[in-house]
C-alpha cells in the first residue's frame, strides 16, 4: 500500500519568515495531495490539495508543489503569523472508482516564535 | 466549523465493552470515511461508506464495524474494547468518494480503561 514520510517532525520558525513541510509518496498511482492543518483539540482542517495534473498551487501565503517524477510534494508558508502554529499533515490517495481512504504523514508540528 | 457533527465528544469505557460513535456529514455529501488517531500510529484511514454502501476498506480490525443509514448519517461500532483502543475517532465527508476533499468533524476521543 501506499506509504507517505512527512518531514521535518517539528519546526520552528521566526515570525514573518517562510516555513516548508516536505512530503514523498511511495505509490506512483496516487493522484490527490492534501495538507491539513489541526489545532489541538481540533479535527484536521483542509487549507489546500493539488492533484497530479498540476504542478503548483497558490492560495495567498499557502503553496503547494508536487514533483510526480521524484514523488514529492511540499508546503510552503510565507510570511507565518501565529496563528499559523499547529500540526501540518500531508496525504496522498489515489481516486480509482472513488474508493480510497487518505494515507498521512506522521505530521509537523510548526513553532511560530514572535 | 466543517459542517460535520460527530457525537458523542468524550467517551470512557471499560475494556471489553463495546460502543457507537455517530456522524453526520456536511449537507449534500454522500461520502463518509472513518479515521482513528493515536499517538503512535498517527492518522489512520479505517472505512468509507458511499451513499450506504461499503467502498474502502483501511487498516479496520475485525472488533470494528460501521455502516452508513439511508439518511448518511454513520456509525462505527467498536467491540470487545481494548486499551490500546484509546484514540481519537474522526470522521470525515465528501460530495464523492476517491480523490476529493474531505472535511474533517470534531473527533470523539475514546478512553478505554
Known amino acids: 500500500g501506499e506509504n507517505v514520510e512527512q518531514h521535518p517532525s517539528t519546526l520552528s520558525v521566526q515570525e514573518g519568515d517562510s516555513a516548508v513541510i516536505k512530503c514523498t509518496y511511495s505509490?506512483?498511482?496516487?493522484?490527490?495531495f492534501p495538507w491539513y492543518k489541526q489545532e489541538l483539540g481540533k479535527g484536521p482542517q483542509l487549507i489546500i490539495d493539488?492533484?497530479?495534473?498540476?504542478g503548483e498551487k497558490k492560495d495567498q501565503r499557502i503553496a503547494v508543489t508536487l514533483n510526480k517524477t521524484a514523488k514529492h510534494f511540499s508546503l510552503h508558508i510565507t510570511e507565518t503569523q501565529p496563528e499559523d502554529s499547529a500540526v501540518y499533515f500531508c496525504?496522498?490517495?489515489?481516486?480509482?472508482?472513488?474508493?480510497?481512504?487518505?494515507?498521512f504523514g506522521k505530521g509537523t508540528h510548526l513553532i511560530i516564535q514572535p | 466549523d466543517s459542517g460535520v457533527t460527530q457525537t458523542p465528544k468524550h467517551l470512557i469505557t471499560a475494556t471489553g465493552q463495546r460502543v457507537t460513535l455517530r456522524c453526520s456529514p456536511r449537507?449534500?455529501?454522500?461520502?463518509v470515511y472513518w479515521y482513528q488517531q493515536s499517538l503512535d500510529q498517527g492518522l489512520q484511514f479505517l472505512i468509507q461508506?458511499?451513499?450506504?454502501?461499503?467502498?474502502a476498506k483501511g487498516n479496520i480490525l475485525e472488533r470494528f464495524s460501521a455502516q452508513q443509514f439511508p439518511d448518511l448519517h454513520s456509525e462505527l461500532n467498536l467491540s470487545s474494547l481494548e486499551l490500546g483502543d484509546s484514540a481519537l475517532y474522526f470522521c470525515?465527508?465528501?460530495?464523492?468518494?476517491?480523490?476529493?476533499?474531505?472535511?474533517f468533524g470534531p473527533g470523539t476521543r475514546l478512553t478505554v480503561t
Open positions: 505509490d506512483s498511482a496516487s493522484n490527490y
Open positions: 470525515a465527508s465528501s460530495a464523492q468518494g476517491g480523490a476529493y476533499e474531505q472535511y
Open positions: 493539488i492533484r497530479s495534473n498540476v
Open positions: 461508506y458511499y451513499n450506504g454502501e461499503e467502498r
Open positions: 449537507s449534500g455529501d454522500l461520502s
Open positions: 496525504a496522498a490517495s489515489k481516486s480509482g472508482g472513488g474508493a480510497d481512504g487518505l494515507t
